[in-house]
């Protein structure tokens, strides 16, 4: 493969740089993806991509690429979509409450796989706050599927399922850029299609990106605006929150601009032990769930098929709520 060519035609910057087509992207981002890449044509090929920015077919082409060597896993049995939570960024100024939603789903017998990294480099992770439930990464794919049929939750790292992607996501450490990864790991769904994916985004152009993507893949996902990079929603003010479905999106809650009459009783402390502390008092009841982060969960349940409807999971989230209270 003549890498040459490509850094030529994307390495022109913004105005004069060609976009690829769908298929070079996807044999590109396949060499890269096997380490056939030299180093020194590979930092090249991510920077120019950085700064030209992805096209919607060149994202579809990495996907592809990345769907052809990813280790896949089968879903529970049962008529429920498992959710695939993905996990990339932690918390650095409140808490991390994406192990909250993925134990919420759980008690509704949900099944949930949260893919991520490990270490948060300063900032709390997912892995590290499960840890505190007893939760611990899964090291194999034997294990994971296990831990899924026999628990209905498993943290599976990047490594164990896509070795490639997880390679071109730690460049950025060598480069100090990210790099076309940090988007892609967010709409990997290793059920091939058969999950519900919770996609999430900080920039509105990345979003209608994402958007674009999983629609023309015909995912489904619930697409919102990330808090610090995490697919929870924002517990101070919900985010716009969109059911992606059958090529179509349908937004299920509208994003909330006024302050809350009730701000939630949050920490100051965020890391990972005070965190667990507080996601326990939430599932016992002693703590009230902030009511954004209960519109999400009604959204998960609906669309993962275990509630009829939207009404019904709304209702089932308000009434029921398996000890919740929500404010």
Not at 106 to 134: K, N, S, W
Not at 150 to 163: E, K, Q, R, Y
């Amino acid at each position: 493969m003549n890498y040459a060519h490509y850094i030529r035609e994307l390495g022109r910057g913004s105005e004069g740089a060609r976009d690829m087509t769908l298929e070079e992207s996807q044999q590109l981002y396949g060499a890269m993806l096997d380490g056939g890449v030299p180093d020194l044509e590979l930092g090249a090929i991510v920077t120019a991509l950085r700064l030209k920015g992805e096209t919607v077919d060149e994202m579809i082409g990495f996907m592809a690429a990345i769907n052809e060597r990813q280790y896949s896993l089968r879903p529970p049995k049962g008529r429920i979509r498992p959710i695939v939570i993905p996990t990339y960024n932690g918390s650095r100024r409140g808490l991390n409450l994406t192990p909250l939603l993925a134990l919420l789903l759980r008690r509704f017998g949900i099944p949930v796989l949260i893919h991520g990294l490990i270490e948060g480099y300063g900032r709390v992770t997912t892995a590290q706050i499960l840890r505190e439930f007893d939760q611990m990464p899964c090291v194999s794919r034997l294990q994971a599927q296990q831990a899924l049929d026999d628990n209905g939750l498993a943290f599976v790292p990047l490594s164990v399922i896509s070795p490639g992607l997880n390679s071109q996501l730690a460049l950025r450490s060598r480069l100090g850029l990210r790099n076309s990864a940090h988007s892609l790991v967010k709409m990997l769904d290793p059920f091939r299609g058969e999950g519900l994916l919770l996609a999430a985004a900080t920039h509105p152009d990345y979003i209608n990106l994402m958007r674009e993507i999983c629609n023309a893949l015909g995912m489904r996902a619930l697409l919102s605006r990330a808090t610090e990079g995490e697919p929870f929603a924002n517990p101070k003010r919900r985010p716009r929150i969109e059911y992606l479905h059958d090529g179509v999106s349908d937004v299920l809650f509208e994003a909330e601009h006024d302050s809350l009459k009730a701000l939630p009783n949050l920490l100051e402390n965020c890391d990972a032990k005070a965190t667990a502390e507080w996601i326990r008092k939430v599932l016992s009841g002693e703590i009230a769930l902030p009511s954004p982060l209960a519109n999400q969960l009604a959204s998960c349940l609906f669309a993962s098929g275990y509630a009829d409807d939207f009404n019904q999971a709304k209702a089932i989230v308000a009434v029921e709520g398996s000890g919740l209270t929500v404010v």
